[in-house]
T-cell receptor, first 113, second 111 residues
Framework: NAGVTQTPKFQVLKTGQSMTLQCAQDMNHNSMYWYRQDPGMGLRLIYYSASEGTTDKGEVPNGYNVSRLNKREFSLRLESAAPSQTSVYFC????????????FGPGTRLTVT | GNSVTQMEGPVTLSEEAFLTINCTYTATGYPSLFWYVQYPGEGLQLLLKATKADDKGSNKGFEATYRKETTSFHLEKGSVQVSDSAVYFCALREHDYKLSFGAGTTVTVRA
């Protein structure tokens, strides 16, 4: 099992450009999450998807959109990137029968100039 | 709402030293508590957890006890190794499946 995979690993964007971060999990989990990690602030939830077909805003959703494409895949889109979105982005997944223990991907380091 | 407060780092230790990272939480009910570890260049992975008061989670020589009376879940290890150098996050889960994370504590162990 690959677990949670994310692409790309690194990305540099100019202000105003758009991009989509991809996430996939092969553990048959229902719930998936997108976080951003900034120094001194821990992980903050951007969006989450409790199950296929549903998405909800987390703590810091502004400037982002998500798509739960199917049970495996959950993408995060930046429509018009801003320097404030420079961060490391993590995708995670979880399942109720494992006590909702979250499994994380390796992260995407995004720089917006 | 829920919140988690961790001791600020960075923490620098010598090999075989004792490590403690303090974590306190605020929650309205009875949350489950977690410690996650992030090794350099990697995502987070679960280190240990406790789901009710007085439970002790343990893994890889690390321990933490769920103390309801002090709303704490301090992480301890008796003898650290260089390979324990990482960022450690305390987290809680209460009514649903979402986690609330602390800010993280960077630990560096010197040989």
């Amino acid at each position: 099992n690959a677990g949670v995979t994310q692409t790309p690993k690194f990305q540099v964007l100019k202000t105003g450009q758009s991009m989509t971060l991809q996430c996939a999990q092969d553990m048959n989990h229902n719930s998936m999450y997108w976080y951003r990690q900034d120094p001194g602030m821990g992980l903050r939830l951007i969006y989450y998807s409790a199950s296929e077909g549903t998405t909800d805003k987390g703590e810091v959703p502004n400037g982002y959109n998500v798509s739960r494409l199917n049970k495996r895949e959950f993408s995060l889109r930046l429509e018009s990137a801003a320097p404030s979105q420079t961060s490391v982005y993590f995708c995670a997944s979880s399942e109720m029968d494992r006590g909702y223990e979250q499994y994380f991907g390796p992260g995407t380091r995004l720089t917006v100039t | 709402g829920n919140s988690v407060t961790q001791m600020e780092g960075p923490v620098t230790l010598s090999e075989e030293a004792f490590l403690t990272i303090n974590c306190t939480y605020t929650a309205t009910g009875y949350p489950s508590l977690f410690w996650y570890v992030q090794y350099p260049g990697e995502g987070l992975q679960l280190l240990l957890k406790a789901t009710k008061a007085d439970d002790k989670g343990s893994n890889k020589g690390f321990e933490a006890t769920y103390r309801k009376e002090t709303t704490s879940f301090h992480l301890e290890k008796g003898s650290v190794q260089v390979s324990d150098s990482a960022v450690y996050f305390c987290a809680l889960r209460e009514h649903d499946y979402k986690l609330s994370f602390g800010a993280g504590t960077t630990v560096t162990v010197r040989a």
